[in-house]
């Protein structure tokens, strides 16, 4: 056993039966690479990483390459979920080498920390133009003691990168807001749904986006590409048709073959996503996709007396890809009856989902439509979508026999906040009071073991970042617009003033991501990776705040923040998803004062706006009605909830064309 046996990680406790002298991230092993004069490896991973299972089974177990591992380098294992902050700086290291990014990460170090050559998986051996992992090592050692200056050299100007590059400030027109579609459109699939080519995204940000803006203008074809995105993700491989919730991304343009791993933050984000477009589409799909995400992060990524878990990995054995998720003929006979059988192969089972390493082995996803099927077998359509559904059911139960890939159970804060969060959005639309009771449980749990006073840890033992500050913020936030409770709104209060203190940029303004430097660098980024980034997610929150507590320093750094970000963000297109909503929050939310019972008709409506609109709540006295807000005006209160739906909708438009001056 190696010292990673003593670390909280579990992904770091997996590597501590490999015979690699590994450290965990930590001032010693930097400094026994000064005093022995030797590179450093640091190999970045996580536990839902396939590639990383892949190269440790290779190459990590590997007798010559830990020989090399041991006499040339000190060696460094890292949870990338565990350290964001240092992972991302190391990513955006390798990337200017032109190495790309991903996981594994695997980087080399001088012995204070800067990187001087990295990639990320490396074969074995040599292999189809691409060196393997033992000719890395060697060349690596050789270039480190033959050319010590040089690499050094190298190493600096790589990390010189990290720098924040001075961002000038933009005015902000209501008009960014169309451009902004126009951009995310262009990298719209209309094929496939989706944007871009494989691999794909989901891009939860632009999607949200496009929902909300045609919630707005009624464009049919913004109506038409979020659509055929969220059919054609909801039909795929990439959702897990049997569990519900969905796969990291896909591997090909049209969803179908995944990769496997099932991570918290995207399924926060696609469950907004989907709730959000079934209150504006009012397709039952998108309902019930959304209680699919639930069921599952309810089942398997969350602990029973409270809090989410990290994520769910992609395979079982590196060997078998998928293996847990998939599917063989045999398979489907042995668990079906005849006319199940015959309904399911064609609903799911087709050659497109094949696997590549065993095309026997099939990703479901959905091939042919229960309309289709029924007029091919010449059945009525109740009947096989009865069948189907009885079907399903059984596969499910099958698939729950097999050995079930590793859950990560680490509870992080920015995680918990951003699912916590998205429970309280899906209460607001889909009234199922369980979603409450579960995420206030979440919450309480995740406020008693992460917080101390304005003090925030990222989990047990590690500092928090910037998500960590804004996302369990926001999650209070939506507590107190849900149940009404003046401590959630104090405490949201409390922490979003904190990181105010810790991570603002006072002088140009933005968030940093971390509260000092880290490898010689504050970080701030406003993309979306592919989860919205911690800026939106702190602009959104500040303009809810700035009314819900009256306090205007909120709103102008919100303003700030827009503005230093809204010339670059004009070129990310689908990358700043997440800013554009919080720009569209900037001119089009709407301030509800409540001034109802928060258990009541009146307020239940007021939370159900927040599927097509954007908007802040704050509770006064019980006087039975509602007054709306936007952008400084005031409008008549309104007594009945079906009249505040129609007035929202015309205050959108109205609040557009006021403010399509300068912001």
Same mark, same amino acid.
């Given at each position: 056993?190696?010292?990673?046996?003593?670390?909280?990680?579990?992904?770091?406790?997996?590597?501590?039966?490999?015979?690699?002298?590994?450290?965990?991230?930590?001032?010693?092993?930097?400094?026994?690479?000064?005093?022995?004069?030797?590179?450093?490896?640091?190999?970045?991973? $996580?536990?839902?990483?396939?590639?990383?299972?892949?190269?440790?089974?290779?190459?990590?177990?590997?007798?010559?390459?830990?020989?090399?591992?041991?006499?040339?380098?000190?060696?460094?294992?890292?949870?990338?979920?565990?350290?964001?902050?240092?992972?991302?700086?190391?990513?955006?290291?390798?990337?200017?080498?032109?190495?790309?990014?991903?996981?594994?990460?695997?980087?080399?170090? &001088?012995?204070?920390?800067?990187?001087?050559?990295?990639?990320?998986?490396?074969?074995?051996?040599?292999?189809?133009?691409?060196?393997?992992?033992?000719?890395?090592?060697?060349?690596?050692?050789?270039?480190?003691?033959?050319?010590?200056?040089?690499?050094?050299?190298?190493?600096?100007?790589?990390?010189?990168?990290?720098?924040?590059?001075?961002?000038?400030?933009?005015?902000?027109?209501?008009?960014?807001?169309?451009?902004?579609?126009?951009?995310?459109?262009?990298?719209?699939?209309?094929?496939?749904?989706?944007?871009?080519?494989?691999?794909?995204?989901?891009?939860?940000?632009?999607?949200?986006?496009?929902?909300?803006?045609? $919630?707005?203008?009624?464009?049919?074809?913004?109506?038409?590409?979020?659509?055929?995105?969220?059919?054609?993700?909801?039909?795929?491989?990439?959702?897990?048709?049997?569990?519900?919730?969905?796969?990291?991304?896909? &591997?090909?343009?049209?969803?179908?073959?995944?990769?496997?791993?099932?991570?918290?933050?995207?399924?926060?984000?696609?469950?907004?996503?989907?709730?959000?477009?079934?209150?504006?589409?009012?397709?039952?799909?998108?309902?019930?996709?959304?209680?699919?995400?639930?069921?599952?992060?309810?089942?398997?990524?969350?602990?029973?007396?409270?809090?989410?878990?990290?994520?769910?990995?992609?395979?079982?054995?590196?060997?078998?890809?998928?293996?847990?998720?998939?599917?063989?003929?045999?398979?489907?006979?042995?668990?079906?009856?005849?006319?199940?059988?015959?309904?399911?192969?064609?609903?799911?089972?087709?050659?497109?989902?094949?696997?590549?390493?065993?095309?026997?082995?099939?990703?479901?996803?959905?091939?042919?439509?229960?309309?289709?099927?029924?007029?091919?077998?010449?059945?009525?359509?109740?009947?096989?979508?009865?069948?189907?559904?009885?079907?399903?059911?059984?596969?499910?139960?099958?698939?729950?026999?097999? $050995?079930?890939?590793?859950?990560? &159970?680490?509870?992080?804060?920015?995680?918990?906040?951003?699912?916590?969060?998205?429970?309280?959005?899906?209460?607001?639309?889909?009234?199922?009071?369980?979603?409450?009771?579960?995420?206030?449980?979440?919450?309480?749990?995740?406020?008693?073991?992460?917080?101390?006073?304005?003090?925030?840890?990222?989990?047990?033992?590690?500092?928090?970042?910037?998500?960590?500050?804004?996302?369990?913020?926001?999650?209070?936030?939506?507590?107190?617009?849900?149940?009404?409770?003046?401590?959630?709104?104090?405490?949201?209060?409390?922490?979003?003033?904190?990181?105010?203190?810790?991570?603002?940029?006072?002088?140009?303004?933005?968030?940093?991501?971390?509260?000092?430097?880290?490898?010689?660098?504050?970080?701030?980024?406003?993309?979306?990776?592919?989860?919205?980034?911690?800026?939106?997610?702190?602009?959104?929150?500040?303009?809810?705040?700035?009314?819900?507590?009256?306090?205007?320093?909120?709103?102008?750094?919100?303003?700030?923040?827009?503005?230093?970000?809204?010339?670059? &963000?004009?070129?990310?297109?689908?990358?700043?998803?997440?800013?554009?909503?919080?720009?569209?929050?900037?001119?089009?939310?709407?301030?509800?004062?409540?001034?109802?019972?928060?258990?009541?008709?009146?307020?239940?409506?007021?939370?159900?706006?927040?599927?097509?609109?954007?908007?802040?709540?704050?509770?006064?006295?019980?006087?039975?009605?509602?007054?709306?807000?936007?952008?400084?005006?005031?409008?008549?209160?309104?007594?009945?909830?079906?009249?505040?739906?129609?007035?929202?909708?015309?205050?959108?438009?109205?609040?557009?064309?006021?403010?399509?001056?300068?912001?």
């Amino acid at each position: 056993m190696n010292r990673l046996a003593r670390e909280k990680s579990a992904y770091l406790r997996h590597a501590a039966h490999q015979k690699i002298d590994w450290y965990p991230w930590s001032g010693v092993a930097f400094e026994r690479a000064r005093r022995e004069d030797k590179p450093v490896f640091l190999s970045s991973g $996580a536990s839902w990483c396939h590639w990383c299972h892949v190269m440790a089974e290779e190459s990590f177990n590997d007798e010559e390459s830990v020989k090399l591992l041991n006499e040339f380098f000190i060696n460094i294992k890292l949870d990338r979920d565990e350290r964001p902050d240092i992972d991302r700086r190391y990513q955006q290291a390798v990337s200017a080498m032109g190495a790309g990014g991903g996981w594994p990460l695997s980087v080399f170090l &001088t012995p204070d920390g800067k990187a001087f050559y990295g990639g990320t998986y490396f074969p074995p051996e040599d292999r189809q133009g691409r060196p393997g992992f033992k000719s890395v090592l060697k060349a690596v050692s050789n270039f480190y003691k033959t050319r010590r200056a040089d690499a050094a050299g190298y190493a600096q100007q790589i990390m010189d990168t990290l720098k924040s590059d001075t961002l000038r400030a933009g005015d902000l027109h209501v008009s960014l807001l169309d451009d902004a579609v126009v951009g995310i459109l262009s990298q719209f699939d209309p094929g496939h749904g989706g944007f871009g080519t494989m691999p794909k995204f989901p891009m939860p940000g632009s999607i949200e986006y496009l929902v909300r803006r045609f $919630a707005s203008n009624k464009n049919s074809f913004t109506g038409f590409a979020v659509r055929a995105t969220l059919d054609a993700m909801a039909r795929g491989g990439i959702h897990d048709q049997l569990g519900g919730g969905f796969h990291r991304y896909s &591997t090909d343009e049209a969803w179908i073959v995944p990769h496997f791993e099932k991570m918290a933050d995207d399924n926060a984000w696609l469950l907004r996503d989907y709730v959000h477009a079934y209150s504006v589409f009012g397709d039952a799909r998108y309902r019930d996709v959304a209680r699919g995400i639930i069921r599952f992060t309810q089942d398997v990524l969350s602990d029973p007396a409270g809090g989410f878990y990290a994520s769910q990995d992609a395979d079982v054995t590196p060997g078998d890809e998928g293996g847990y998720f998939t599917w063989t003929d045999d398979d489907f006979k042995r668990s079906l009856e005849g006319e199940e059988y015959e309904a399911l192969s064609l609903h799911l089972l087709h050659e497109r989902g094949s696997m590549r390493h065993d095309p026997s082995k099939k990703v479901l996803f959905i091939a042919m439509e229960p309309p289709e099927i029924a007029e091919k077998l010449g059945r009525p359509l109740d009947d096989v979508m009865k069948t189907i559904q009885r079907g399903k059911e059984k596969l499910f139960e099958m698939r729950k026999r097999r $050995a079930a890939p590793f859950i990560d &159970t680490t509870l992080y804060t920015s995680l918990n906040g951003m699912l916590i969060t998205s429970y309280l959005q899906a209460y607001a639309v889909l009234g199922d009071a369980g979603l409450t009771d579960f995420a206030v449980k979440s919450l309480e749990r995740v406020l008693k073991e992460r917080v101390g006073g304005t003090t925030l840890l990222h989990s047990e033992g590690v500092i928090a970042t910037l998500d960590d500050y804004v996302n369990l913020a926001d999650a209070l936030a939506a507590a107190y617009e849900v149940t009404g409770e003046r401590r959630y709104l104090a405490h949201a209060d409390r922490l979003m003033e904190a990181c105010m203190e810790k991570f603002f940029d006072k002088n140009e303004g933005g968030f940093f991501d971390t509260e000092t430097e880290l490898l010689g660098a504050r970080l701030k980024r406003i993309e979306d990776i592919p989860h919205p980034s911690g800026n939106s997610v702190a602009i959104m929150l500040m303009l809810k705040l700035s009314f819900m507590t009256g306090n205007q320093s909120y709103y102008r750094a919100a303003e700030k923040t827009l503005k230093i970000f809204s010339r670059s &963000t004009q070129e990310m297109s689908i990358h700043a998803g997440s800013y554009f909503c919080a720009l569209d929050a900037y001119f089009h939310m709407l301030q509800l004062t409540v001034e109802a019972s928060p258990s009541g008709k009146l307020a239940e409506a007021a939370r159900s706006l927040s599927g097509p609109s954007y908007t802040s709540i704050l509770y006064g006295a019980d006087r039975g009605r509602v007054i709306p807000c936007a952008k400084g005006a005031c409008y008549e209160p309104v007594s009945v909830p079906e009249d505040l739906k129609a007035l929202a909708a015309q205050l959108y438009h109205a609040v557009g064309e006021k403010h399509s001056q300068t912001g």
